[in-house]
Antibody, heavy 117, light 108 residues
Framework: QVQLQESGPGLVKPSETLSLTCTVS????????WSWIRQSPRKGLEWIGY???????DYNPSLKSRVLISVDSSKNQYYLNLSSVTAADTAVYYC???????????WGQGALVTVSS | EIVLTQSPGTLSLSPGERATLSCRAS???????FAWFQQKPGQAPRLLIY???GRATGVPDRFSGSGSETDFTLTISRLETEDFAVYYC?????????FGQGTRVEIK
């Protein structure tokens, strides 16, 4: 059974960079598509972007200028960096297997990230 | 981006009743790229339906999906206590992938 687990700081200061790690177990990260999705009361569920097994990325245009998703196959991990954060980026961040064209059946439990000074 | 609008916002029903949830898209979506999720408090969304009508692994057959183009429906034939939750529609065929705002199914 594939399992995903988010990790990273729960509190980030405004204007700084939010960094999260997703660790995948029960399967190789060197297949499929791997996404980041966030959820907030203000915007609901919002797809941030994905990275493919080949290293291709696709980002939500609303966040594209601030987002970077990368992967380390040797560690079976992938990463989210979101720069210049504001309070509007406060949300529960999920990693999930899947992307555009592929539904996400496997999700992490979610990581609450609060942007505050 | 494709906007998904769900209705109603809240559905108040009793166990054993039938639930019908709707999702309307701002553009035509291929039936191959439409899904429904269930979310309970404190949990990640759970994939119920993919490809507009395919049930994900382990999903009871009281859940069914239908629809095409811009109008999609999730039907729960007989509500069980564990079905009271928030449901989201999702299109994953066009970038950016998008979600509806959710329909809450609550106990009447």
């Amino acid at each position: 059974q594939v399992q995903l687990q988010e990790s990273g700081p729960g509190l980030v200061k405004p204007s700084e960079t939010l960094s999260l790690t997703c660790t995948v177990s029960g399967g190789s990260i060197s297949s499929f598509y791997w996404s980041w999705i966030r959820q907030s009361p203000r915007k609901g569920l919002e797809w941030i972007g994905y990275i493919s097994y080949g290293g291709n990325t696709d980002y939500n245009p609303s966040l594209k200028s601030r987002v970077l998703i990368s992967v380390d196959s040797s560690k079976n991990q992938y990463y989210l960096n979101l720069s210049s954060v504001t309070a509007a980026d406060t949300a529960v961040y999920y990693c999930a297997r899947g992307g555009v064209g592929v539904p996400p059946p496997y999700w992490g439990q979610g990581a609450l990230v609060t942007v505050s000074s | 981006e494709i906007v998904l609008t769900q209705s109603p916002g809240t559905l108040s029903l009793s166990p054993g009743e039938r639930a019908t949830l709707s999702c309307r898209a701002s553009e035509i979506i291929s039936i191959n790229y439409f899904a429904w999720f269930q979310q309970k408090p404190g949990q990640a969304p759970r994939l119920l339906i993919y490809g507009s009508a395919g049930r994900a692994t382990g999903v009871p057959d009281r859940f069914s999906g239908s629809g095409s183009e811009t109008d999609f429906t999730l039907t729960i034939s007989r509500l069980e206590t564990e079905d009271f939750a928030v449901y989201y529609c999702h299109q994953y065929g066009s970038s950016p992938a998008t979600f509806g705002q959710g329909t809450r199914v609550e106990i009447k």
